[in-house]
């Protein structure tokens, strides 16, 4: 069984430039959501993809946006990029049945994006 | 408006003593309490997690507290070693959905 794993590890960007972070989700998972950690805070939700389709957003701006695949690995992508995007980007990956309760979300080792 | 509050900020123990840290949060609808262990330059992992329908909850020498009725709960690490050095963060959802973290508590064990 594998974990999440992220690409690329470290990126970095001049501002205004675009964007593409990849996740591949754990085996047998179904569900990816992506977080923002800026340094020394806690992550903060961004949105998620259960079955391809945007399953909840957190207050981040239309130029955040995603995909999910049909092997339930994700992209996430950030137009425009502005100096606040500096952070660790994480993606988590869970297994989610129909109206379940809170599922346990593993974590990905991130993506650590500069914008200069 | 932060959804779970979580404290102290920092944390230091000796080698052997107990690491507490608490959270406390305000949506009554959250059914899902998972505690993460996360290092420098890692992603978190996960370390235990609760659901509100126990108070408690061991696993080896971590365990969760939870108190409903106050909408709290906490993490007590018992004979604290320094390979736990970390920062740690609690956080709560529902329905699987997004999960609001707290701010992280950064635990240092003096040997």
């Known amino acids: 069984e594998t974990g999440v794993t992220q690409s690329p590890t470290h990126l970095i960007k001049t501002r205004g430039q675009q964007v593409t972070l990849r996740c591949s989700s754990q085996?047998?998972?179904?569900?990816v959501s992506w977080y923002q950690q800026a340094l020394g805070q806690g992550p903060q939700f961004i949105f998620q993809?259960?079955?391809?389709?945007?399953?909840g957003r957190g207050n981040f701006p239309p130029r955040f946006s995603g995909l999910q695949f049909p092997n339930y690995s994700s992209e996430l992508n950030v137009n425009a990029l502005e100096l606040d995007d500096s952070a660790l980007y994480l993606c988590a990956s869970s297994l989610v049945s129909g109206g379940g309760a809170g599922a346990e979300q593993f974590f990905g080792p991130g993506t650590r994006l500069t914008v200069l | 408006q932060q959804q779970v509050k979580q404290s102290p900020q920092s944390l230091i123990v000796q080698k052997g003593g107990i690491s507490i840290i608490n959270c406390a949060y305000e949506n009554t609808a959250f059914d899902y309490f998972p505690w993460y262990q996360q290092f420098p330059g890692k992603g978190p992992a996960l370390l235990i997690a609760?659901?509100?329908?126990?108070s408690e909850k061991k696993e080896g020498r971590f365990t969760i507290s939870f108190n409903k009725s106050a909408k709290q709960f906490s993490l007590h690490i018992m004979d604290s070693q320094p390979g736990d050095s970390a920062t740690y963060f609690c956080?709560?959802?529902?329905?699987?959905?997004?999960?609001?973290f707290g701010t992280g508590t950064s635990l240092t064990v003096i040997p």
């Open positions: 956080a709560a959802s529902t329905l699987g959905n997004q999960f609001y």
């Open positions: 993809y259960y079955r391809e389709e945007e399953n």
């Open positions: 085996s047998g998972h179904n569900t």
């Open positions: 609760i659901r509100p329908d126990v």
